[in-house]
């Protein structure tokens, strides 16, 4: 019989486990490595905020769109930049690896970004649309190869066998969405201004030395970067589990028939335990999926393991791992639902507002979302640097409080958003109606854009909570071959929240129009915004409600630890990677 199926799993009388990790400490990665990721990612975010910040206005007064139609156009568009970085996960993971991806993907970024920029130049009107558009769902691919790659990337850089190391990743993820938020920034402010007043072929223009210059400065830290290779399709694994489990359906583990639990066997595959390795430990949720890992007769009789028949304790854990993470995706739609107004509707409604700063200057509607962008610049470093080590003298946490609290503070912060986006709509429509305003809808209304000021704040707030705290969890929550695509799960809430909220507009648009009075016209001052966002405020409550259920459910990776003494594996529990269990 094959010891890969044999019913103890035995090492000098010690039960065989998988390691989570053989991935080897050496000199190459940490910060000195992640600066170089960093530059080209803050580089592609300039380009696509500088691109997707000014796109509503671009769509209405030079495309001349419908506002309605202006606005799902931009919602599709982010929709699909931000889903196919699923498809261009599955490649990295299972083919090219995330180095090559990220790679090829901003090659084609900086092609889109050169069709772009000539077709708002040379080429004629007539084919001007045609050609814009194709230049923008090429810039698609490449987000798609480039986004769930270049985080990750990043993040492998640093161990996790540490708690040193451990607090580096975290406050990692804090200061690489500082420097996202940077570049985002600097396009809001400067980019957007280029565009409106000197021209578009020479704002787009700007991005292609930018992108350049950045995939340049990206290869010369090649030799720096700690590499992985691609570790084949990371859904096999997973769609093992469920028909080894689905197989045993009748099988029980408290029964004659059962033999045991498969805990792996790593010497099977070339493998060797390293001292204090980190290995996952059984949990309790999803016990229909450990029946993948009973040994019963059938596998007991077998020369060879089955993997579809059979799977290791850590395989199944993994799959549980993946699961727990879904109802999280679920329950943060909204919150990107709330966030995608930010491009759109916000952008229309400073428009329509004095944008004045001294006699000669005015502001770009679409420069506004920099206040998004500063908010973030000024409470990043606050919360890592101030509120974190507080926090953490209260709680013990390392991050201070857990990474569900911070998303779901953050979601909270989305409704109030909200609320407050209402209320300064009604006053504007209100001084519109004073003014005699109502039927021109191209006139200023004297009201300052500055009242707009809080609605941006507090989705600055939001962001700086939910968004990073998405991207630890779904990070550091996921199996390492599957972390690409945690990237780019956690990438495609936003693209989702976009489709729904194009859903949400068709919906209200259709039952306002049939009472007569659209809520969102190209006329803002006989629409009624502030009815769509209190529409908006009641869902994301419904939402967070949802959100703090699961979230109190949540388990979060367990891990053991396995010492190597004299030859002989020992197995001790030594918590959890992130937080407590069953802790919110």
């Known amino acids: 019989m094959d010891s890969s199926v044999a019913p103890a799993m035995i090492i000098d009388g010690h039960k065989e486990t998988k390691p989570v990790s053989t991935r080897q400490r050496s000199s190459r990665g940490g910060w000195n490595a992640a600066v170089f990721i960093i530059f080209v990612e803050m580089a592609e975010r300039f380009a696509y905020y500088g691109l997707v910040g000014n796109l509503i206005m671009y769509l209405t007064n030079e495309l001349h769109q419908p506002l309605t139609t202006a606005v799902k156009n931009v919602n599709t568009w982010v929709g699909v930049s931000t889903l196919f970085p699923v498809l261009g996960a599955f490649i990295a993971d299972s083919f090219l690896g995330r180095f090559n991806t990220i790679i090829i993907s901003s090659t084609i970024f900086l092609l889109g970004t050169v069709l ?89 223009g700007v991005l292609i030395g930018v992108l350049a210059v950045a995939l340049a400065i990206f290869l010369v830290g090649i030799k720096k970067y700690r590499k992985e290779s691609p570790l084949g399709s990371p859904f096999t694994s997973v ?52 029946k993948a890992m009973i040994i019963d007769n059938i596998d007991a009789s077998s020369k060879t393991r089955n993997p579809w ?111 407050v986006s209402a209320l300064v709509e009604a006053k504007r429509v209100s001084i519109a109606k004073e003014n005699n305003l109502m039927d021109n809808p191209k006139a200023i209304v004297p009201m300052n854009v500055w009242w707009l000021l809080p609605q941006y704040l507090i989705c600055g707030f939001s962001d700086a909570f939910t968004v990073v705290g998405l ?44 009472s007569g009075d659209k809520w969102l016209g190209n006329n803002l001052n006989r629409a009624h915004l502030d009815y769509f966002y209190w529409v908006l405020a009641g869902l994301s409550a419904l939402s967070l409600c949802v959100y703090v259920w699961i979230a109190m459910r949540f388990v979060y990776k367990k891990v053991e630890e396995v010492e190597i003494t004299k030859g002989k594996a020992h197995m001790g529990f030594n918590g959890y990677l992130d937080g407590e269990f069953g802790e919110y």
């Open 309 to 419: 028949r059979l799977c290791s304790l850590n395989q199944v854990e993994e799959v549980k791992l993946v699961l727990r993470l879904i109802p999280i995706w679920f329950s943060c739609i909204m919150f990107n639902v709330v966030q995608a107004q930010l491009h759109t509707f916000y952008t229309k409604q400073g428009s329509t507002m004095i944008r004045s700063i001294g006699s000669h200057f005015h502001l770009p509607p679409a420069s506004l979302q920099a206040l998004v962008g500063i908010t973030i610049l000024f409470a990043v470093p606050i919360y890592d640097r101030i509120f974190v080590p507080i926090a953490r003298k209260f709680t013990g946490h390392p991050s201070g409080i857990t990474v569900l609290q911070r998303i779901g503070f953050g979601l909270f912060l989305s409704i109030l958003n909200m609320v």
């Open 116 to 204: 772009l920029t000539i077709s708002v130049s040379v080429v004629p009107l007539h084919l001007r649309k045609a050609l814009f558009f194709l230049a923008l769902y090429i810039l698609s691919v490449g987000e798609g190869g480039h986004k769930p790659c270049v985080q990750t990337f990043a993040a492998d850089q640093f161990d996790e066998d540490t708690p040193e190391e451990k607090k580096k990743k975290s406050s990692f993820f804090n200061w690489w969405y500082l420097g996202i938020v940077a570049a985002a920034t600097s396009a809001t402010l400067v980019l957007i201004y280029v565009q409106d007043n000197i021209g578009w072929t020479v704002g787009f």
């Open 239 to 290: 769609a093992q589990v469920f028909v080894a489990a689905a197989r045993k359906w009748r099988v029980d583990e408290t029964r004659d028939g059962c033999l045991g639990i498969y805990y792996g066997n790593p010497r099977c595959n070339g493998a060797r335990f390293e001292p204090n390795t980190w290995v996952l430990a059984r949990t309790n949720q999803f016990r229909f999926l450990d």
């Open 471 to 514: 991207q630890e969890l779904f990070y550091d929550q996921m199996p390492e071959s599957l972390r690409s695509m945690g990237a780019a799960a956690y990438i495609s809430v936003v693209g989702i929240g976009s489709f729904i909220s194009n859903a949400i507009i068709s919906v209200v648009q259709a039952i306002s129009s049939s």
